[in-house]
């Protein structure tokens, strides 16, 4: 090999190498030892969901919560020890992230069919693409091969996006993790299923920012109800739909619901409503383009499981999604 095509094939292992460990998961990683994992866990998810109407939901944002705190490491599933500060327990999941005793259902069908081989962070991410596929959305072939923590990081949870964030701390905090603008705005559209509690956005129906009126990038008609369903000095933790107009259904409904300025969340409208949003022209065209949006939330999942997992020899392979091996 010359000099110059030496140059260029270091810049490209440099590059990759950049881009984090991606290139270890694989769709086939348990071809030969748990050839029916996928099925398994969509089966499962299903079961749930004939009890829990919610459930698809949250599961997608389990895995959301366990990849943005030091990567898809399953995490977020360990409770508390004396060594370990539960991620359960950090203000964005406490009394709000839901759906653990489903993901221990998971696991045993799983361990059931191939004991001891599949990760609880692989089960967090087949989890996610069977909840938005049976929910109307998507399917995607799922990358494999994540490896499970040995710890937990409750400062890391307690610096998960938050509904109240600024777009630039969105970004920034997306950038964190390798995610970028087109990520964001596709990734927030999981906002299309699934429940947020009053607390989580009164702030904008009163005396938003301190003003005394509400937030102005708010439909006023959309405002009278959720006024209605959330009470001055009401409860915080009364539900209400992400998406109204198809609560439980993966469909682009929620980007629809911005350009009717009828995000729920703050974060949500800001993705259009901020002043020279680099989102903006995202989300309208996943207004247009139910199609467009299936295909970049895909890739965007694909995106968003690459981030950090452990692999090889490192972590383990937890024989219970809520505490470390002993052995
Ligand atoms: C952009 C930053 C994000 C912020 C600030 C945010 C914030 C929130 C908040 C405050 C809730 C309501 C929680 C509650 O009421 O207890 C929620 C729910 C939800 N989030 Fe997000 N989220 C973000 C991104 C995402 C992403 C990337 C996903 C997945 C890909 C996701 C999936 C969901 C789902 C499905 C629900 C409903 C969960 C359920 O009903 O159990 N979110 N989010
Ligand atoms: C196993 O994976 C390889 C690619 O890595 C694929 O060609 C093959 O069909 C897979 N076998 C099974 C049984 O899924
Ligand atoms: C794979 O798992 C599904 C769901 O549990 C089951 O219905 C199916 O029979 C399994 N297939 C094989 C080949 O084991
Ligand atoms: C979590 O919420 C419970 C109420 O359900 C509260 O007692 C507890 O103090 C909260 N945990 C933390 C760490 O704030
Ligand atoms: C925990 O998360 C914080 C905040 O994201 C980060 O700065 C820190 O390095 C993490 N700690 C470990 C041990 O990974
Ligand atoms: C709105 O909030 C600000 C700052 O917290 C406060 O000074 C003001 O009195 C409030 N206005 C109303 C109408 O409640
Ligand atoms: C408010 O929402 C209603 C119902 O979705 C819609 O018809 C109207 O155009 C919206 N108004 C604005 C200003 O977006």
Redesign the pocket.
């Given at each position: 090999m010359g000099c110059s095509s030496l140059v260029v094939a270091l810049a490209i292992s440099l590059a990759l190498l950049c881009h984090g460990s991606q290139a270890q998961l694989s769709s086939s990683f348990y071809n030969t030892t748990c050839s029916n994992v996928s099925a398994v866990v969509r089966a499962a998810v299903q079961q749930a969901q004939s009890s829990d109407p919610r459930i698809y939901a949250s599961l997608t944002r389990l895995f959301f919560h366990d990849c943005f705190?030091?990567g898809c490491d399953g995490s977020v599933l360990l409770d508390n020890t004396a060594t370990i500060q539960s991620e359960k327990d950090a203000v964005p999941n406490n009394n709000s992230a839901r759906g653990f005793n489903v993901v221990d259902d998971i696991k045993t069908a799983v361990e059931n069919a191939c004991p001891g081989v599949v990760s609880c962070a692989d089960i967090l991410a087949l989890a996610a693409e069977a909840s938005v596929n049976l929910a109307g959305g998507p399917s995607w072939s799922v990358l494999l091969g994540r490896r499970d923590s040995t710890?937990a990081?409750r400062?890391?949870a307690n610096?998960l996006p938050r509904p109240f964030d600024s777009l630039s701390m969105l970004q920034s905090k997306f950038a964190a993790v390798n995610l970028d603008d087109t990520d964001l705005a596709t990734l927030s559209g999981a906002h299309t299923f699934g429940r947020a509690q009053c607390r989580l956005f009164v702030n904008r129906l009163y005396n938003f920012s301190g003003t005394g009126s509400p937030d102005p990038s708010l439909n006023t008609t959309y405002l009278a109800t959720l006024q209605q369903s959330c009470p001055q000095g009401g409860d915080g933790t009364v539900l209400n739909n992400l998406d109204p107009s198809s609560p439980d259904t993966f469909d682009n409904g929620y980007y629809t619901n911005l350009e009717s300025n009828s995000g729920l969340l703050q974060s949500d409208q800001e993705l259009l409503s901020t002043t020279g949003a680099s989102t903006a022209s995202i989300v309208n065209s996943y207004a247009s383009s139910q199609t467009t949006f299936f295909q970049n939330f895909a890739q965007s999942m694909i995106n968003m499981g690459n981030i950090s997992p452990l692999t090889g020899s490192s972590g383990e392979i937890r024989s219970n999604c809520r505490m470390v091996n002993s052995g």
């Open positions: 705190v030091d710890t990081n400062t890391g610096n």
